[in-house]
């Protein structure tokens, strides 16, 4: 599985940016793909997850209500989204997408849930 992120940006508080996330290299029925991030000097943090198959939505708690996961599956690439609204300066990070091949939705928010990964975008929010 191949993994490529981008979208980040600079951007003001308050604003928004979309994250996209584009998978290929094997079909996409039964995965869980995820977006965490990392702020400068502090460990990887959930930020949300989506089942393929159901869309099942799965969000971090600092980010409820601020942003949106959801996926679109083409024929032999699937992408997903993050669209961040209301964005913080503490959102300042770099962003990864990341795929869990076994759906281990006891686990969807740990990074060793998580098969592949991408090379990461950075968010930069100003106040």
């Known amino acids: 599985v191949q993994l490529q992120a981008s979208g980040g940006g600079l951007v003001q508080a308050g604003g928004s940016l979309r994250l996209s996330c584009a998978a290929s290299g094997r079909t996409f029925s039964s995965i869980v793909m995820g977006w965490f991030r990392q702020p400068p000097g502090k460990e990887r943090e959930f930020v949300a997850a989506i089942t393929w198959s159901a869309g099942t939505t799965y969000y971090g708690d600092s980010v409820k209500g601020r942003f949106t996961i959801s996926r679109d599956n083409a024929k032999n690439t699937a992408t997903a989204y993050l669209q961040m609204n209301s964005l913080k300066p503490k959102d300042t990070a770099v962003y990864y997408c990341?795929?869990?091949?076994?759906?281990?939705?006891?686990?969807?928010?740990?990074?060793?849930?998580?098969?592949?990964w991408g090379q990461g975008t950075l968010v930069t929010v100003s106040s």
């Open positions: 990341a795929v869990d091949v076994l759906r281990s939705l006891a686990r969807i928010g740990r990074t060793d849930s998580y098969d592949y």
